[in-house]
Nanobody, 124 residues
Framework: QEQLVESGGGLVQAGGSLRLSCAGSGRTFSRNAMGWFRQAPGKERELIVA????????YYTDSVKGRFTISRDNAKNTVYLQMNSLKPEDTAVYYCAARPIPFIATTEADFDSWGQGTQVTVSS
C-alpha cells in the first residue's frame, strides 16, 4: 500500500481557486491509478476525479467538470487537484486514494490506500 499525505486545503471565497497535492511514498505510486474523493457534512464520501497510472486518462463527476483538473507527476510521486470557480457546495473534506491497478475505478472498494484528508471550506 501507498502512504499518502494531502496538503493545500483551506478557506476560500466562492469563485476562488485552490490546488490540493497528494504525495505518495514512492514504492508503487507510478503503477497506481489515483482518485480524489470528498465527504461533505452529513453526506457519503464520493469520488469526484480519478486518473490512470500513466496520466493519459481522467474521470470527472458531473458536478466538477470544467472546474476541477486532476494531474500527476510520477517523477515527484504526487497527484494534484486544481479547483477553480469554487462554490459553497464544494465544502468538504477531500481525500486522495490509490488503487493498486493502473486503470480508473469509481467505487471506494477499488482503492486500498487513503490519505488523512484535508478540509476545503468555500464561503459565500
Amino acid at each position: 500500500q501507498e502512504q499518502l499525505v494531502e496538503s493545500g486545503g483551506g478557506l476560500v471565497q466562492a469563485g476562488g481557486s485552490l490546488r490540493l497535492s497528494c504525495a505518495g511514498s514512492g514504492r508503487t505510486f507510478s503503477r497506481n491509478a489515483m482518485g480524489w474523493f470528498r465527504q461533505a457534512p452529513g453526506k457519503e464520501r464520493e469520488l469526484i476525479v480519478a486518473i490512470t497510472a500513466s496520466g493519459a486518462a481522467q474521470y470527472y463527476t458531473d458536478s466538477v467538470k470544467g472546474r476541477f483538473t486532476i494531474s500527476r507527476d510520477n517523477a515527484k510521486n504526487t497527484v494534484y487537484l486544481q479547483m477553480n470557480s469554487l462554490k459553497p457546495e464544494d465544502t468538504a473534506v477531500y481525500y486522495c486514494a490509490a488503487r493498486p491497478i493502473p486503470f480508473i475505478a469509481t467505487t471506494e472498494a477499488d482503492f486500498d490506500s487513503w490519505g488523512q484528508g484535508t478540509q476545503v471550506t468555500v464561503s459565500s
